[in-house]
């Protein structure tokens, strides 16, 4: 019985670890503008990887004429595809394995869970290619943002259910009286990276360029209606954005009051838990985090935007929902000494 988890439990790591990569790679490949760097889907230019000798620049070219070949976009898009579609073979064998075993041993493994992760990463391959065939319509790439940040999630979880992680205090019920507020920090985080997400494919980012105020003012001309408008027209693309100043505004300081109060959550979750001796580290962690990502988030407004700021304030927004997902894992199972 023991071999079987342990075998399951380093499955659901290695996938974690790769979800991890993918999620990076997605922010990178989002952020170098390389989401159209392939006109078509699953391939590149009708290629497994992308065109590379001009002859086969050539022939890409004339079969999408509207779209030249730029080999700084096609290679990002085409690796983070790649190593998508790993993640998809590892979850679908891990489903597998934890089926099979369950049958063969009669354990109680998660299997509705790893099920869940197989639908929801085939899911994750239809909204990637509605990313490319919607040209980066901004509800479907925030969607398929979402989707990737929750199969990481629910992979990790997948990890905590099967490994030997777990709180026994003395303290359990001050442990369990934090349900609330954790699950509450947890929604929040989730909403944070949602408007992160609609931030991004809405290239609202440097929507505002100082900090804390904006354009000068502390609640500058917005455009609410406008900027979260989930029927918006697509356009011939959405590369670039279509929205106005105003609308991009509204959008940015959405996800700056986000923060705010996600900040103010969290901050009050870990002053909670350095009253729990078995959770103080757990709190150190989660501050760290927190502050990590806050100062990204303002070197991203101040220094406008550079790339490796910008990928690692996606990456630690990440690392952010991870640490929340261990917690509640953490006091939804802890059990007294």
């Known amino acids: 019985m023991k071999s079987n988890v342990t075998w399951g439990f380093r499955l659901a790591l290695l996938a974690t670890a790769l979800a991890s990569v993918v ?137 905590q259910r099967l490994g030997p992680w777990q709180w026994i205090s003395q303290q359990t019920g001050k442990i369990r009286a934090l349900k609330p507020l954790v699950l509450l920090a947890l929604v929040l985080v989730v909403i944070q990276i949602a408007l992160g997400g609609w931030t991004s494919s809405n290239y609202a980012a440097l929507a505002c360029t100082d900090f804390p105020t904006c354009h000068g003012k502390w609640w500058p001309e917005m455009d609410v209606a406008r900027g979260f408008n989930l029927a918006q027209t697509i356009g011939p693309n959405y590369l670039g954005g279509l929205l106005e100043g105003e609308a991009r505004t509204a959008i940015h300081m959405a996800h700056r009051l986000g923060a705010i109060v996600v900040t103010l959550a969290v901050l009050l979750l870990v002053a909670r838990l350095f009253s729990i001796r078995c959770a103080r580290p757990m709190a150190v962690t989660l501050l760290a985090v927190l502050a990590l990502q806050v100062s990204l988030g303002i070197t991203n407004v101040m220094a406008h935007l550079p790339l490796a700021v910008a990928v690692a304030h996606n990456a630690v927004g990440a690392l952010l929902l991870l640490t929340l997902v261990t917690l509640t894992h953490r006091v939804f199972t802890a059990q007294s000494t």
């Open 23 to 159: 999620v990076v790679l997605g922010a990178f490949t989002r952020l170098v503008d390389a989401g159209l760097g392939c006109p078509d889907w699953p391939g590149c230019y009708g290629h497994l990887t992308w065109p590379t000798t001009e002859e086969h620049v050539a022939t890409a070219e004339a079969l999408f004429p509207e779209a030249p070949v730029e080999h700084d976009k096609t290679w990002p898009e085409m690796v983070h595809r790649h190593f998508a579609g790993l993640l998809g073979l590892l979850i679908l064998g891990l489903t597998i394995f934890t089926w099979r075993r369950a049958a063969q041993t009669g354990q109680p493994l998660p299997k509705g869970h790893t099920l869940g992760l197989l639908i929801l990463v085939i899911i994750q391959a239809a909204f990637g290619m509605w990313t490319v065939t919607l040209k980066l319509w901004p509800q479907v790439v925030t969607a398929h943002l979402l989707g990737g940040f929750a199969t990481l999630s629910l992979l990790w979880l997948l990890a």
